[in-house]
């Protein structure tokens, strides 16, 4: 199985990763409804199986449950894995002790001794300077009870100041975790692809199926639309999905030469902008196994300038 490092020297993992965020929420995917524990669990099972080892999480996804579920997961498996969670910056949580506080917290519900990867959720910092919160994830490094040290929603800019920050303490920054797929590509214009590869950051793609938009369930042609909250968003409306048929064809037209579905052409499209995982969603066991398929090959590098130039109006 294909790994990469989470930053310059950082801990490897699996060239992708599975995102948990569906895992135990309600309020954005319906759990409880159409899926539950049982279901997360094959998938947990399903991605281990298929090789995939890194799973990505955080506090507030269904308020802790995500997190407990894997650590119950966790327990009962035969293969060892590696968590990436996730801390709020709320606006109560003003001290360094508030980021060791909600440290134990996730260490207790992942049922872990330490935390492969722990990030900065968004980035905010009204009440707690970066300085102080870098300062004080710096302080669990040393402490052994996380491995390294990522951000989420970091602009170039911030990038650059936690990195600065934290290579006062020789630690780096491992990782910036955005919204990157080919219908989502606003890190390349916005200067934050440019700035990880600088720095030697790793980049963690979430939603890289846009939701599913890239699997190639909602087309204008089929009925149906999605569940929960993306009911509400433009892109699933006949407009919006006849604007991405330009894109999907060509998934479809790639997948048809590798025999590999919508889904997985994206995500290898993802990979082989080096050193950029993938973290797709999985409700269940056989979306665990269709992520799964985007490892052990790779597109031409003329078929990803190909998706390039059609995915461009995302920039």
Sequence with gaps: MTTISLGKNGPQVTALGIGTWSWGDKLFWNYGKDYGADEVKEAFRAAIEAGVTFFDTAEVYGLGKSESLLGKFIQQADFPVQIATKYGPFPWRFTARSVSKAITASLQRLQLQQITLYQVHWPFTFFMSQEILMNALADEVEKGRIQSIGVSNYSAEQMYQAHEIL??????????????????????????????????????????????????????????????????DPRFSSKGLRQIAPVLNLLYQLGEKYNKTPAQVALNWLMAQGKVIPIPGAKNAHQARQNAGALGWSLQEEEVKQLEQVSRPWL
């Design 167 to 232: 290579a006062k303490r020789g630690i780096p920054l491992a990782v910036n975790q955005v919204q990157y797929s080919l219908l989502s590509r606003k890190i390349e214009s916005q200067g934050i692809l440019d700035a990880a590869r600088k720095l030697d950051i790793t980049i963690l793609a979430y939603s890289p199926l846009a939701q599913g938009l890239l699997t190639g369930k909602y087309t204008p042609e089929k009925a149906g639309s999605p569940n929960g909250a993306r009911r509400l």
